[in-house]
C-alpha cells in the first residue's frame, strides 16, 4: 500500500476547501479522520481556520454592547442541575500582582546571584510564571463577572435570606432561602468531603418535621451555588450525610440553621 | 510595551466542557468580532445578526461537551456553528436565486459604502483588505459567505472549475501571508 504523503495532501487544497465549507459531509468526515491522525493536518487546519476568523474581523463590525449581558442572563443557571461557578473572594485578584511583583523580585535577585545564561534561563522561566499569573488573572476577572451577575440575580430576585447552617458553633454551609421563587439556594462553606458512598442531603422543616429538599451535588458544591426548589414553607434548614441516593428521613444531622424569619 | 497574554485555548476547552459560565466572557471577547462579521457577511445586514449572534454564543455553551479537540480548532468548531445558524436565518426566509444575487449585490455595495465611524476597521486591518487581491476576496466572499457552490460560481463567474479551486486556495494563501507580514 502506498504510503499517505502528508504534504501532497496538504498541497491539495482540500484543507482551504474544508475551512471553505465546500466540501460534501463524507469528504469533512475523511478531513476530520486524517486531521485526528496527523497533527501536521490538525495545525495546518487550525491555521487556515485561524486567518478566516481574522478575515471575518477585517470590516471591523462589532456586535452591540448588549449583547454579552444577554448571553450570560440566557445561560444562568435556573435548575438544579446547571453548575454555578465558584465565587472566589475579590481579594484573590490584589494577591495576584503583589505576586507578579515578587516573582520579578526573586528574578532579579537570581540574576545578582547566578552567572548570567542560568540567570537568564530563570529570567525566562519566572517570566512565564508572569504570563500564566496574568492568563489566570483573566479567567479570575471572567469569573469574578459572572459571580456578580449571579449575586445580582440573587439581589433582584429580592428577599434571598441568609441562613447560616451550623454544627455547633461553626459554620458548615449557608442557605439563600427565596421565598417568592420558592428556591433554596445552598453555598458550602465548611464541609468536610464526604466519604466514599455518602452524599450530603439538604432538609427543611416544615410543621417541626424534617422534609428533604433534595440530595447534593457535591461537584457542583465545590463550584458555587446549588439550588434547590421547594414548595412547602420552610422554618429551617439542616444538612444530614446519608447513603449515595439520599435517605427518607435525616440519619447522620452535621448540621441546622436557625429559623427562617420570614416563612413568606 | 505590554504583552498580549492570551489563555491558551486547551484550558477555555477544559472551562467549556466543564460547564465553567467564566469562559463565557472570555470566548466572547476573543472570539465575538469574528463570530459577528462571519453572521453579518453571510446574512447581509447588522439587524438580525445580533440576535443570531447572541444564539450562537448560547449553543456553543449548550454544547461544549461535542467539541472533539482531535477534529479541529475551538474556532473552528465555533465558526462552523455561527455560519449553520446564518444560513439557517437566511434560508427561513424565501430564499430565490434572485434574493441571492440581490444579496450579494447589498453585500457588495454595503462593504463598499462608506462606513460609519464605529465600523471603520483599524488601520492594521484596513492594510490586509487593501492589499488583497479583488479576485481573490470576491473568491471567499462567494465560496465562504454566499455559500456559492464551486459549480455555481464558475457559471456566475464564466471561470473553468479548476481556476475556482485554484483562485480559492491562492486566496487563502494570499491572506495568510499578508497576516503574517502584518502579524496579525
Known amino acids: ?264 | 510595551m505590554e504583552q498580549k497574554i492570551t489563555i491558551p485555548d486547551s484550558q477555555l476547552i477544559l472551562m467549556v466542557k466543564n460547564g465553567d459560565r467564566a469562559v463565557i466572557p472570555l470566548l466572547y471577547q476573543r472570539y465575538s468580532s469574528a463570530l459577528y462579521g462571519l453572521i453579518v457577511k453571510t446574512i447581509g445586514n447588522q439587524e438580525d445578526a445580533s440576535e443570531i449572534l447572541q444564539d450562537v454564543f448560547i449553543k456553543i455553551w449548550q454544547r461544549g461537551n461535542q467539541y472533539q479537540e482531535d477534529k479541529g480548532s475551538l474556532l473552528g468548531w465555533m465558526m462552523r456553528i455561527a455560519k449553520n445558524a446564518a444560513l439557517d436565518h437566511t434560508r427561513s426566509r424565501v430564499v430565490s436565486q434572485r434574493s441571492k444575487t440581490d444579496q450579494m449585490d447589498n453585500f457588495v455595495s454595503d462593504t463598499k459604502a462608506p462606513k460609519s465611524e464605529a465600523q471603520i476597521p483599524d488601520v492594521g486591518l484596513r492594510k490586509v483588505l487593501d492589499r488583497m487581491d479583488d479576485r481573490h476576496r470576491q473568491m471567499i466572499d462567494l465560496l465562504y459567505y454566499q455559500n456559492y457552490t464551486q459549480s455555481e460560481v464558475e457559471e456566475l463567474l464564466g471561470i473553468p472549475l479548476g481556476t475556482v479551486k485554484t483562485r480559492a486556495r491562492a486566496a487563502i494563501g494570499e491572506l495568510r501571508k499578508i497576516l503574517r507580514n502584518e502579524k496579525l
Not at chain 1, 435548575?79 to 485578584?93: D, F, G, N, W, Y
Not at chain 1, 469574578?144 to 458548615?172: F, H, M
Not at chain 1, 432561602?177 to 439538604?202: C, D, F, S, T
Open chain 1, 1 to 264: 500500500m502506498e504510503k499517505f504523503n502528508i504534504q501532497e495532501y496538504l498541497d491539495s487544497g482540500v484543507i482551504e476547501m474544508y475551512v471553505l465549507d465546500q466540501l460534501s459531509d463524507a469528504e469533512r468526515e475523511a478531513v476530520e479522520k486524517l486531521a485526528a491522525q496527523y497533527p501536521e493536518i490538525r495545525e495546518e487546519i487550525a491555521e487556515v481556520e485561524e486567518a478566516m476568523g481574522t478575515y471575518h474581523t477585517l470590516e471591523g463590525l462589532t456586535p452591540p454592547d448588549h449583547i454579552l449581558s444577554n448571553i450570560m442572563a440566557a445561560t444562568a443557571p435556573s435548575t438544579v442541575e446547571e453548575p454555578i461557578v465558584t465565587a472566589l473572594p475579590k481579594r484573590t485578584l490584589s494577591i495576584i500582582w503583589p505576586m507578579a511583583a515578587a516573582v520579578v523580585g526573586l528574578a532579579l535577585a537570581a540574576w545578582m546571584y547566578m552567572g548570567k545564561q542560568s540567570a537568564q534561563q530563570e529570567i525566562a522561566a519566572l517570566k512565564k510564571t508572569t504570563e500564566n499569573l496574568r492568563a489566570n488573572e483573566q479567567v479570575i476577572s471572567s469569573r469574578l463577572q459572572v459571580t456578580e451577575q449571579e449575586l445580582n440575580e440573587l439581589k433582584g430576585s429580592c428577599c434571598a435570606e441568609r441562613l447560616v447552617v451550623k454544627a455547633g458553633d461553626q459554620p458548615i454551609a449557608s442557605v439563600y432561602w427565596n421565598k417568592n421563587a420558592r428556591l433554596a439556594h445552598l453555598k458550602m462553606e465548611n464541609l468536610a468531603i464526604p466519604v466514599k458512598g455518602k452524599q450530603y442531603q439538604l432538609w427543611a422543616f416544615v410543621g417541626g418535621k424534617p422534609v428533604s429538599i433534595g440530595v447534593v451535588d457535591w461537584e457542583a458544591l465545590q463550584k458555587g451555588l446549588v439550588s434547590f426548589e421547594f414548595k412547602n414553607k420552610p422554618e429551617a434548614f439542616a444538612i444530614s450525610l446519608e447513603n449515595f441516593g439520599g435517605s427518607p428521613v435525616p440519619t447522620d444531622v452535621k448540621g441546622a440553621s436557625a429559623a427562617v424569619v420570614n416563612q413568606g
